[in-house]
């Protein structure tokens, strides 16, 4: 069965940063756009970032673009999220997901369990 498997989070300061792994298995990833989102709490899930199965093109949300970037090794199935800047607002649960239907899919096809990350202020 398909898994992706998130690690990387946990608890920095403001202004640090992480970076978040996403490691796939059970699918063909080379065939398969990535993306990451989140979800604070009291909060919808929300896109953060995506990637084409090549790995060329990429697509951000506003509110994380020029301090996140996202990347994939198709070499290693996995997937990245290097956050920079981060901000207290950047803490929530992150999550890689997907997807068949091209990077800028709002649907997706698989998920991950999601990886926690908290930015204290």
């Known amino acids: 069965q398909v898994q992706l498997v998130e690690s990387g989070g946990g608890l920095v300061q403001a202004g640090g940063s992480l970076r978040l792994s996403c490691a796939a298995s059970g699918l063909t990833f080379a065939s398969y756009a990535m993306g990451w989102f989140r979800q604070a709490p009291g909060k919808e899930r929300g896109f953060v970032a995506s990637i084409t199965s090549s790995g060329i093109n990429t697509y951000y949300a506003d509110s994380v673009k020029g301090r996140f970037t996202i990347s994939r090794d198709n070499r290693k199935n996995t997937v990245y999220l290097q956050m920079n800047s981060l901000k207290p607002d950047d803490t929530a649960v992150y999550y890689c997901?997907?997807?068949?239907?091209?990077?800028?899919?709002?649907?997706?096809?698989?998920w991950g369990q999601g990886t926690q990350v908290t930015v204290s202020s």
């Open positions: 997901a997907a997807t068949a239907k091209g990077y800028r899919s709002p649907e997706y096809d698989y």
